[in-house]
């Protein structure tokens, strides 16, 4: 699995658009992005994921450089609720997720 | 349409007890991992299963611990003799399989060795 590297923590004002940049430089072309986040003490959630091309739903959107190098999670407009950890994941479909550190994001009032 | 279940929430066992965690997956799904994560530390993967075979232990101690995902029933992680560094949550997800790994999360077990 493509290793990625992500800020360690990043702050946002409550109802401001949260960008969370995660690199991936060394993905291959079989190779999804692939975000979760974890709230404090509860089990991980998916967000979003994605290959080539932009994506949004419900969530979140999901900008991928055409190069494929680098993405950004984007929430579009943050709640307190938002506080969690982020995880950006490069990885073949059919493998189990491997977590990294992850980003840690603080919704500020 | 039930989310992952995990059962039990919390567990309480003392050093030398065995530890039987269960993981009933979404309805349709029939690949199951498991996770562990110590306090403070982040999410490390132990195993993967599919109904009746265990696809990837990579990430399982090699002693005390092993887990099932039988033809019926919720998979099983067990830890036998717990020592107190076992004391961590324990998540399990599931996911459709092969072609799709956007997995769902359970709540996760947090077992605590005394």
């Known amino acids: 699995d493509a290793k990625t590297t992500q800020p360690t923590s990043m702050d946002c004002a409550e109802g401001r658009a949260a960008n969370l940049p995660c690199n991936h430089s060394t993905i291959s072309g079989n190779e999804y992005v692939y975000w979760y986040r974890q709230i404090h003490s509860q089990g991980p959630q998916y967000i979003i994921h994605g290959l080539k091309n932009n994506e949004t739903n419900e969530m979140a959107s999901l900008i991928i450089t055409e190069d494929r190098k680098s993405s950004t999670l984007i929430l579009p407009h943050a709640t307190l609720r938002d506080t969690a950890v982020y995880y950006c994941?490069?990885?073949?479909?059919?493998?189990?997720?491997?977590f990294g550190k992850g980003t840690r994001l603080h919704i500020l009032p | 349409n039930a989310g992952v279940m995990q059962n039990p929430r919390h567990l309480v066992r003392r050093r030398g007890q065995e530890a039987r965690l269960r993981c009933s997956p979404m309805?349709?799904?029939?690949?199951v991992y498991w996770y562990r994560q110590l306090p403070e530390e982040g999410l490390k993967f132990m195993v993967y299963?599919?109904?009746?075979?265990?696809?990837?232990e990579s990430g399982m101690p090699k002693e005390r611990f092993s887990a099932e995902f039988p033809k019926e029933g919720p998979s099983i992680l067990r830890i036998q003799q717990v020592v107190r560094g076992d004391s961590a949550a324990y998540f399990c997800?599931?996911?459709?399989?092969?072609?799709?790994?956007?997995?769902?999360f359970g709540q996760g077990t947090r077992l605590t060795v005394v």
């Open positions: 299963l599919q109904k009746e075979n265990i696809i990837d």
């Open positions: 994941i490069a990885q073949n479909r059919d493998d189990k997720i491997i």
């Open positions: 997800a599931s996911s459709v399989g092969t072609g799709s790994f956007t997995a769902f």
């Open positions: 309805k349709g799904h029939s690949h």
